[in-house]
């Protein structure tokens, strides 16, 4: 995680940043708003003063004193100084020229009242008429710079809203980003377990991969696969060294047993022969004969056993003929056993490439196993099929005894048997579990106590190049 690490840190540091600057601009902006506040007080003072010089005019028609002309000459003072505030407006060039003519306005009222303070003959009506034109003046300023503040009102209103808007939205696409990142990760993960989970222990390659954003995940998976390569490794090795264990015991017990048999009868024969009677010789033969053949089959049995990890010739076969084949094999045992026998065999041919004596002898063990699982009877079931078009399955399905699960753990190791001494080798399975992997295939079981079993022996389909290719 160290890359998405890194990429919520980068995305945080951005949106601070982004934070801070826009901020900044609307601290700057708000500056400048007050400042233009500060011009806008001056201005409506400005007005205020104008409109405190034309208090006095109507004075100029009666009697004017020297107060109220020393008054008039103080508020034009004031006007004068206040021109440069208005000056100061971002808006003064807007009334630029009526600034000029102000002025000269302003200049003449101060004449007419100088004269009137002097000769004391005053002008009431030209001084009106220049008061009115200084007071239209100032009230066109005030109104131009009123109506800009209450633009730049309005656009500072904006701001925070815009500033949310573009954080907002910069954080959705972020946040999209990275849960985009986390899903790839979480996906990545996904598919390499189960990479693992079907055995597959090969490092994952990070720039092959093309997962280089997140190398830290890499490398604890590769930890992890080295140490579940090496543990398998060990199971293995272990288990290699239980099976060989029970098929050294095995082999001994199960032929040292006739041996033992066949060694006890013959000393018995030595040691009582002259009182024996020809029954009792016969009968003494005939246990040596069957004892021998019972340690010849298992003999032929480990014969086999060693077969299935030697050569084979695989060549094209129909799955559907070798059943075929099978079930008359053994069609006298399912006669006798009183098993009814109910197929579902596929009528397309379905090839394999597979050597026929061995497939045939691993439906024989499964079905004699299927067999000896019903000895009061039942339905032995064989169906055949294929999935995904890539392997074809075969199931053969007994209403048996079924198995426990310790029992299903250990059949497929050599000399593992239930069976009485005698009736069974315990190699049977195993030496199915070996042909089926020479082909390809695998084999499972699905049982449980007195429930029935099932074994579902799957070899992968020969690709026909073209359609006169045939099997047999
Ligand atoms: P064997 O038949 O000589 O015992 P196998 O390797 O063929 O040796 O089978 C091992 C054991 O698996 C059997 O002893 C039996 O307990 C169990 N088994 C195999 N097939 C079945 C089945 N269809 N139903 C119940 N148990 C079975």
Avoid: W
């Avoid at 009061?376 to 048996?400: A, F, P, Y």
């Avoid at 199915?432 to 079981?445: A, D, F, S, T």
């Amino acid at each position: 995680m160290e890359g998405l690490r890194k990429k919520l840190i980068t995305v945080a540091i951005l949106a601070s940043i982004f934070l801070v600057m826009q901020l900044g601009v609307y601290v700057l902006t708000i500056n400048e708003f007050r400042v233009d506040l500060r011009t806008l007080e001056d201005i409506d003072s400005f007005m205020e003063n104008v409109l405190e010089l034309r208090r006095y005019e109507t004075n100029f028609s009666y009697e004017i004193t020297q107060k109220d002309i020393d008054e008039i000459m103080q508020y034009t003072s004031v006007l004068r100084t206040g021109i440069q505030d208005i000056h100061k407006s971002p808006v003064a060039p807007q009334y630029e020229e009526g600034l000029q003519e102000f002025t000269n306005n302003l200049i003449a009222y101060d004449k007419l009242v100088l004269k009137a303070r002097e000769t004391g003959g005053a002008e009431p009506e030209a001084i009106r008429v220049y008061g009115h034109k200084m007071r239209m003046f100032s009230r066109k300023v005030r109104d131009i710079n009123r109506a800009y503040i209450a633009e730049r009102l309005k656009s500072i209103m904006y701001i925070p809203s815009t500033i949310m808007f573009l954080f907002g939205g910069s954080l959705i696409v972020a946040l999209g980003t990275l849960t985009v990142a986390t899903i790839k990760q979480i996906n990545f993960i996904k598919q390499t377990t189960r990479k693992i989970a079907q055995g597959d222990f090969r490092h994952i390659d990070s720039s092959s991969a093309g997962y280089d954003t997140y190398p830290m995940i890499i490398r604890a998976f590769n930890r992890m696969i080295g140490e579940l390569d090496s543990r398998q490794e060990q199971l293995i090795q272990s288990k290699k060294l239980a099976a060989i264990g029970t098929l050294t015991s095995g082999i001994a017990h199960e032929v040292n047993n006739p041996l033992n048999n066949i060694s006890l009868t013959a000393e018995a024969i030595l040691e009582e022969y002259d009182d024996l009677s020809k029954e009792e010789g016969i009968e003494m033969l005939d246990d040596i004969v069957s004892e021998v053949s019972r340690a010849s089959n298992v003999v032929n049995n480990l014969l086999d056993f060693s077969r299935i990890h030697g050569q084979m010739i695989l060549e094209p076969i129909d799955i559907g003929n070798v059943v075929k084949a099978t079930l008359r094999l053994i069609r006298n045992q399912i006669m006798l056993s009183g098993v009814q026998l109910k197929t579902n065999l596929a009528r397309e041919r379905l090839c394999i490439n597979g050597d026929s004596d061995s497939i045939k002898q691993v439906f024989v063990n499964l079905c004699l196993n299927a067999i000896q699982a019903m000895p009061d009877g039942g339905l032995l079931t064989i169906s055949i099929h294929t999935d995904d078009e890539k392997m074809i399955i075969v199931k053969v399905t007994d209403t048996g005894t079924g198995m426990p699960p310790e029992v299903v753990d250990k059949i497929f190791d050599p000399f593992f048997t239930t069976k009485p001494v005698g009736k069974g080798t315990g190699l049977g399975l195993s030496v199915v579990y070996g042909i089926v992997n020479k082909h390809e295939g695998y084999i499972e079981v699905n049982s449980a106590a007195g429930q029935g079993t099932t074994f579902t022996v799957a070899f992968p389909r020969r690709p026909m190049k073209n359609d006169s290719e045939s099997c047999s």
